[in-house]
């Protein structure tokens, strides 16, 4: 197997497709020029997200020590995982009693009216990035006051050392979350504090998660608050990356934008494809535990390994001209963006929500959009996120009298 010369984890300069797709074709198990290993085709990384007991996820340097509170969900082991995981999916599927999709278009409806009124500015900074922090924000019962400042913590933790190394300078065990972050652990040890406290506390996620046990076992107050700033880091950098994805898609492809006004149905197409397209993941990174043979390729136990999820998205033996965004794949849901096995994303469902609702709240206010001129995607400074940093566009706005008229045929197709 040879050392490849160029990296496919670096997608610094954009996600590497044409290495991929070597890679796919001659070398499915690769050494990249860090040490780590990759796995480039489809059903390779769709079985190695099965393989929990061989693959565990890792967000770190290699040899870095996590107190076991600060363990992300995605780092904890199995049995453990499992338990955990089902407070966490009880938590999120409140968005399924409705309570969310109101709150969506409204955010949405208020993000883009000031882009309307000027004519132009940046859908990523203005429209895109409020929405995830936001929704997640109000899932977790945070004051609508403090949404902005949650956005900017999320910005914070997943760019900084936490998500990666979580190590002092002088190599000792990290400083954790609250290193990092004070203001931000503070505010969410105060949102546990306050319902511990109260004798009526809000319906909300945090009082779900102090209500619930683990084999009669409660989390402790700092085992919440990790996992509650991860459901925010999880929630917020992908989900922005799908909805930036997908309008870049839409603004610069004039025969899609049409086709989308002419057949507003195809809209959660659209949301499936761009997942599949430009997964907002384009890579997950594991550390092997055990001596492990694939493809011929034997990896040693101890080594990090990185899935491509992109380029399994991409993989000709699974998908019909994997390069093309085409919306008449027979089953748009099968592709690996929200990953696989016993991790595969909990927040799946309320992402394709919000990207659904961003993307019909797009197409019911704005009448033509074309990205500025010239223009050269700027990829984002998250090692593993795949999205444009910026989307610089003109608009024109529809009409009061369309967007009426489009808010009836909509509640007529409901009916
Ligand atoms: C388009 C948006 C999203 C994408 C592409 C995405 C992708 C993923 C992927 C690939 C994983 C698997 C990670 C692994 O195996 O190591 C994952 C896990 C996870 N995601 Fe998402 N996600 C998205 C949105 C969300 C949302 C909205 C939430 C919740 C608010 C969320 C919460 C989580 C959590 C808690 C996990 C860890 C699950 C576990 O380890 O059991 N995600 N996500």
């Known amino acids: 197997m040879p050392l490849m010369a160029a990296d496919p984890l ?4 954009g996600v590497p497709y044409e290495l ?14 860090s040490g780590a290993y990759f796995l480039a085709r489809h059903d390779d990384v769709l079985a190695a997200t099965r393989d929990v007991d061989v693959f565990q996820a890792s967000f770190r340097a290699s040899g870095v020590v996590v107190l076991p509170e600060e363990q992300l969900i995605s780092e904890i082991p199995e049995p453990r995982h499992g338990k955990i995981r089902r407070i966490i999916n009880s938590a999120i599927a409140q968005h399924r009693i409705g309570r969310v ?53 999320s910005d914070l933790v997943v760019q900084s050392a936490y998500a990666t190394e979580n190590r002092r300078h002088d190599g000792a065990e990290g400083e954790g979350l609250a290193g990092v972050a004070p203001d931000f652990t503070a505010y969410l040890d105060e949102m546990i504090a306050e319902r511990k406290g109260s004798a009526d506390p809000p319906d909300d996620f945090v009082t779900r998660l102090i209500g619930t046990s683990v084999d009669g076992e409660h989390l402790t107050d700092v085992e919440m608050r990790t996992q509650l700033a991860f459901l925010l880091m999880s929630g917020n950098e992908t989900t922005r990356h799908l909805i930036a994805n997908m309008l870049e898609t839409v603004c610069t492809d004039a025969a899609l934008l049409s086709g989308l006004r002419a057949e507003r149905g195809l809209v959660p197409t659209v949301v499936e494809e761009s997942l599949r397209h ?18 011929g390729v034997t990896i040693p136990a101890g080594v ?26 027979p089953s748009a849901k099968d592709h690996l963006a929200f990953g696989g096995g016993p991790h595969v994303c909990p927040g799946a469902s309320l992402a394709r929500l919000e990207g659904r609702i961003a993307l019909e709240v797009f197409l019911d206010r704005v009448d033509e959009a074309t990205v500025d001129e010239p223009y050269r995607r700027e990829p984002v400074p998250v090692f593993w996120a795949n999205g444009p940093r910026r989307l610089p566009v003109t608009l024109t706005g529809v009409g009061p009298k369309e967007v009426e008229r489009s808010f009836e045929s909509r509640e007529t197709e409901f009916i």
């Open 10 to 13: 670096d997608a610094s300069a």
């Open 20 to 33: 991929l797709a070597d890679l796919r074709a001659e070398c499915p198990v690769s050494r990249t020029t």
């Open 101 to 153: 999709e109101p709150f969506v278009r409204e955010l949405c409806n208020q993000l883009i009216e000031p882009l309307i009124m000027r004519g132009h500015g940046d859908l990523v900074a203005e429209y895109v990035t409020p929405i995830p922090a936001t929704v997640v924000a109000h899932l977790l019962g945070v004051d609508p006051a403090d949404h902005a400042r949650f956005a900017e913590w």
């Open 278 to 295: 430009d997964p907002p993941i384009h890579v997950l990174m594991r550390d092997c535990l055990e001596e492990v043979t694939i493809e």
């Open 304 to 329: 990090k390994v990185g899935f491509g999820l992109a380029s399994a998205n991409r993989d000709a033996r699974t998908y019909e001209d994997p390069d093309e965004f085409r919306l008449d794949r």
